[in-house]
C-alpha cells in the first residue's frame, strides 16, 4: 500500500525535514503518525498526495511510485485518496450536499450514482438531514463530518488525516473518530496524524512517531507517548 525507503526531505532554505524514513504500510492498517510540532509529520502525510516531492529515496503509494510520477497522473493518484484537513476546506458558496457531490463530479461519475454515493455517506456521517444547508450554517464538528463524507464518496483506497480533530472539542473528536473507525473496518487504510493523546492512547492502533525528522518509534499498539 505504502512504501518509503531512504526518503530524505530538504527544503530550499536548508531545513531538514525528514531524514532516511524507511515505512511500509499495509492495506487496512489504521496508523497514527505523532510527534512535537515541527518534528515532520505534515511533510511525511503531504509526500502521500504529493504535494511535497521528497529530495530522495523512494515512494510508492497503492503501487503507483509517486517520485517519478508525471505532473499529469498526479490527478490520477489523487483520485484513489481521500484526503481530511483540521481546516475542513469545504465550499462555502456550495451546499453540504454539493460539497460532497464535487468530489464525483470531478471524475465525471454518473448523476445517478452521485445521487446514490452522497445519500450513502451523508447518512454515514449522520448529516443527511443537512444536505441542502451552506457550510457557514453548519458547527465545526458538522464541518468536519462533511468533509469527511466528501474525502470518502469515492471509496478511497487510502484516507489521510491531517490533523482532523484539532480545532474540536473531546466529545465531537470522538464522533469524528467513530466514523474513521468504521471506514477502516471497510477496508479502507487509514493514517492520521495528530496531537490527541486520549484519543491515540484509547485507540490501541499502530503509531510512528516523528521527532526531528526521524522516526523514532513504530509500534503495532502504540501509544502517544507525549506530555499532552
Request: aromatic fraction near 8%; hydrophobic fraction near 40%; proline fraction near 4%.
Amino acid at each position: 500500500m505504502i512504501i518509503m525507503n531512504n526518503i530524505s526531505k530538504r527544503y530550499p532554505n536548508g531545513s531538514v525535514a525528514l531524514t532516511n524514513i524507511n515505512v511500509h504500510i499495509s492495506k487496512g492498517e489504521f496508523v497514527f503518525v505523532v510527534g512535537p510540532s515541527g518534528a515532520g509529520k505534515s511533510t511525511f502525510i503531504k509526500m502521500l498526495f504529493r504535494e511535497v516531492l521528497p529530495s530522495s529515496g523512494e515512494l510508492f503509494v497503492n503501487g503507483r511510485n509517486v517520485v517519478d510520477m508525471e505532473r499529469s497522473e498526479v490527478p490520477y493518484l489523487r483520485r484513489s485518496l481521500g484526503i481530511v484537513f483540521q481546516d475542513y476546506r469545504l465550499l462555502p458558496q456550495k451546499t453540504v450536499h454539493d460539497n460532497v457531490a464535487f468530489a464525483m463530479e470531478v471524475i465525471e461519475a454518473p448523476y445517478r450514482e452521485i445521487q446514490k454515493r452522497v445519500n450513502h455517506v451523508l447518512d454515514l456521517v449522520g448529516l443527511r438531514h443537512k444536505a441542502r444547508v451552506y457550510p457557514g450554517e453548519l458547527s465545526g464538528g458538522e464541518q468536519q463530518r462533511i468533509a469527511i463524507a466528501r474525502a470518502i464518496v469515492n471509496n478511497p483506497v487510502l484516507l489521510i488525516a491531517d490533523e482532523p480533530t484539532g480545532n474540536l472539542d473531546p466529545d465531537t473528536s470522538w464522533d469524528i473518530m467513530k466514523i474513521f473507525s468504521r471506514v477502516n473496518r471497510n477496508g479502507t487504510t487509514i493514517i492520521m496524524a495528530t496531537h490527541d493523546k486520549d484519543i491515540v492512547d484509547s485507540m490501541n492502533k499502530r503509531v510512528i512517531a516523528v521527532e526531528n525528522g526521524t522516526i523514532v518509534r513504530d509500534e503495532v499498539k502504540g501509544v502517544y507517548g507525549y506530555e499532552a
